[in-house]
C-alpha cells in the first residue's frame, strides 16, 4: 500500500465576455450605412448632399450612443446584436420617411405634413424608454408579480378606442386615442402588456394544459375543460375585430397566445386549434363587417378596387395595386434611392405600405436584407429565450419574439398580397410614435432577460475546509 497526498482548491467560474464592443463596433455600422441611404437620396433627387446630413448623422449618432452607453453600464452581459439592428431598421425608416417628405405629389396632398422631424423625436422618446426599461427592471422576473394587473391593463388599452370622446376612427379602424395634440395607438403597448400576463399565466397552469388528453386522427386533443384559456383569448380577439374592426391586433394578440401556449405545453394540437379558431373567426367577421369585408376584397381582386377607386367610387381603395407595381418596378435590385414612384401610394405611403417603397428603391435584394434583419431580431429574442434560467423568462421573452415576428408578417403579408391588408405598422421602419416607441420598450426587456441569461455565476466563496485534501490511493 502506498499513500500521496494531493492539495487542491476551489477554482472560479471563468466570466463569459460581455461583447460591449463587438456592439459598439456593430452600432458604428448602424449609423454609418443610413447616413450613405440619407445621402444617396439627397443625390438623387437634388444631385448634391443634403444639408441637414450631419444633423442627421449627429442626431443618430446620439441616440446609438445614449443606448450602447446604458447597456454597458446596465445590462454589459446582454445580446450584442439586438440594439445594432434596431438602430439600423430606425434608421433607415427615417431615411424613406424623408425621402417621401420631398415628394411633389405627396406635399400637393391636402393634409401633409414632414413627418421625418416628428419620427425622429418620437425615435429619441423610444430610446429614452428603452434607457428606463434598463435602468428601472433590475430583473425582469419583478414583472411576475404583475401577472393579473397586466391582464387588467392590457383590457384598458385594448377598450380605450372605444371609450366616446377618446377614441378616433381613423379610415373605418377604431385603434387611436387622441390626447392632447397627440394620437396614441394602445395596441402597440398592449402587446407587452399581454405577453406579461401569458408569460405569469402559462408558468402556472402549463402542467394542467399538457395533461394527456384524447387522440384523434394522429393528434393529441385538448380535454374540454382545458379549452377554457384559448376559448377566452379567441373570444377577445373577435371582440377586438368586430368593435375595433382591427384585424391586424386580433391576429397579433390571438397568434402570440397560441405561440406561448405551444412553448408552455409542447402540444402540436393548440397550434392546430388556434390555426382553426382563428380561421373561422377572421372568416366570420369578415363576411358580415364592412370594413374588413373591404380590405378582403382589396386583396382577392385588387385590380378591381384600384378601377373601382379610379372611376371615384366611395369606399375602394387603390394603395394595394399601386404596392404591387412599386414591387413590380423596382425588380431585383431596384430603381435606386430617390428615383421611385411609391409615392403614387399617396396618404400611407411613409406608414403602412413603406415596405412598398423599399421594394422599389432596393429591389429584391433590399427587401431580402430588410427581412433579413427583422428575422436577426426574432432569431436573437429566440436565443434569449433558450439561455434563460427561469420559466417565466423563457416565455416572457419568446412571446415578445413571437409578437414581433408576427407582426412582421402581417404587415409585409399584407402590403405584398398575401394576406389581407391590416393597417399595422412595419416595426421600426414606418412612421408611428406608438410604435418605434413601443418596440424600443420591446427591445429593452429582451435585453434585461438576455442579461439575466448571459451573466455568469459569481464565483462560491472559498472554503478554508477545501484547501489541503488528502487523497489516500492504494
Same mark, same amino acid.
Given at each position: 500500500m502506498s499513500s500521496s497526498t494531493t492539495h @487542491?482548491?476551489?477554482?472560479? *467560474?471563468?466570466?463569459?465576455?460581455?461583447?460591449?464592443?463587438?456592439?459598439?463596433?456593430?452600432?458604428?455600422?448602424?449609423?454609418v450605412i443610413p447616413l450613405f441611404a440619407y445621402m444617396n437620396v439627397g443625390l438623387a433627387l437634388d444631385g448634391k448632399v443634403p444639408s441637414g446630413m450631419l444633423g442627421y448623422g449627429a442626431g443618430l449618432g446620439l441616440l446609438a450612443a445614449v443606448g450602447h452607453l446604458v447597456v454597458r453600464k446596465f445590462a454589459a452581459y446582454a445580446d450584442p446584436l439586438l440594439l445594432p439592428l434596431a438602430t439600423l431598421l430606425n434608421g433607415l425608416g427615417l431615411v424613406l420617411i424623408w425621402r417621401l417628405d420631398q415628394s411633389e405629389r405627396l406635399q400637393q396632398l391636402p393634409n401633409f405634413s414632414v413627418a421625418a422631424p416628428n419620427q425622429l423625436m418620437y425615435s429619441a422618446i423610444g430610446i429614452a424608454l428603452f434607457v428606463g426599461v434598463l435602468l428601472l427592471l433590475k430583473d425582469h422576473r419583478v414583472l411576475q408579480r404583475y401577472t393579473y394587473i397586466s391582464m387588467v391593463g392590457a383590457l384598458v388599452l385594448l377598450l380605450l378606442p372605444l371609450v366616446p370622446g377618446l377614441g378616433m376612427n381613423v379610415f373605418g379602424a377604431k385603434i387611436w386615442i387622441r390626447i392632447g395634440g397627440f394620437s396614441i395607438q394602445p395596441g402597440?403597448?398592449?402587446?407587452?402588456?399581454?405577453?406579461?400576463?401569458?408569460?405569469?399565466?402559462?408558468?402556472?397552469?402549463?402542467?394542467?394544459?399538457?395533461?394527456?388528453s384524447r387522440r384523434f386522427m394522429g393528434l393529441y386533443l385538448p380535454r374540454g375543460r382545458d379549452l377554457g384559456p384559448i376559448i377566452v383569448v379567441w373570444a377577445m380577439s373577435i371582440l377586438i375585430l368586430v368593435f375595433e374592426t382591427d384585424l391586424g391586433t386580433s391576429l397579433l394578440f390571438f397568434g402570440m397566445f397560441v405561440v406561448m401556449l405551444y412553448v408552455a405545453t409542447e402540444r402540436t394540437s393548440w397550434i392546430v386549434f388556434g390555426l382553426m379558431m382563428s380561421s373561422v373567426g377572421a372568416v366570420g367577421v369578415a363576411s358580415f363587417e364592412p370594413h374588413v369585408k373591404q380590405?378582403?376584397? *382589396?386583396?382577392?381582386?385588387?385590380?378591381?378596387?384600384? @378601377?373601382?377607386?379610379?372611376?371615384?367610387?366611395?369606399?375602394?381603395?387603390?394603395?394595394?395595386?399601386?404596392?404591387?407595381? *412599386?414591387?413590380?418596378?423596382?425588380?431585383?435590385?431596384? @430603381?435606386?434611392?430617390?428615383?421611385?414612384?411609391?409615392?403614387?401610394?399617396?396618404?400611407?405611403?411613409?406608414?403602412?405600405?413603406?415596405? *412598398?417603397?423599399?421594394?422599389?428603391?432596393?429591389?429584391?435584394?433590399?427587401?431580402?436584407?430588410?427581412?433579413l434583419i427583422y428575422g436577426l431580431i426574432v432569431e436573437r429574442g429566440v436565443r434569449t429565450a433558450l439561455a434563460a434560467r427561469d420559466p417565466f423568462g423563457k416565455l416572457l421573452a419568446i412571446g415578445l419574439s413571437g409578437a414581433f415576428a408576427i407582426q412582421v408578417f402581417v404587415v409585409a403579408g399584407g402590403v405584398m398580397g398575401l394576406i389581407p391588408l391590416t393597417g399595422m405598422t412595419m416595426p421600426f421602419l414606418a412612421y408611428g410614435g406608438s410604435s418605434v416607441i413601443a418596440n424600443w420598450a420591446l427591445i429593452g426587456i429582451l435585453l434585461r432577460i438576455s442579461d439575466t441569461a448571459r451573466r455568469p455565476a459569481p464565483s462560491p466563496a472559498p472554503n478554508p475546509d477545501a484547501e489541503m485534501t488528502q487523497v489516500v490511493r492504494p
Open positions: @487542491t482548491s476551489t477554482i472560479g *467560474a471563468i466570466g463569459a465576455p460581455s461583447r460591449r464592443n463587438t456592439e459598439l463596433a456593430l452600432l458604428v455600422f448602424a449609423v402597440e403597448f398592449a402587446k407587452i402588456v399581454i405577453a406579461i400576463f401569458f408569460a405569469g399565466y402559462l408558468m402556472v397552469k402549463r402542467d394542467a394544459l399538457a395533461l394527456a380590405r378582403v376584397d *382589396a386583396w382577392l381582386d385588387p385590380m378591381r378596387e384600384y @378601377t373601382l377607386s379610379q372611376q371615384g367610387m366611395v369606399g375602394h381603395s387603390e394603395q394595394a395595386m399601386q404596392a404591387l407595381w *412599386a414591387f413590380g418596378s423596382g425588380g431585383t435590385l431596384g @430603381t435606386g434611392l430617390g428615383q421611385g414612384n411609391s409615392d403614387l401610394i399617396k396618404f400611407a405611403a411613409n406608414s403602412d405600405f413603406i415596405l *412598398a417603397t423599399f421594394g422599389e428603391e432596393l429591389g429584391l435584394a433590399g427587401i431580402m436584407a430588410i427581412l
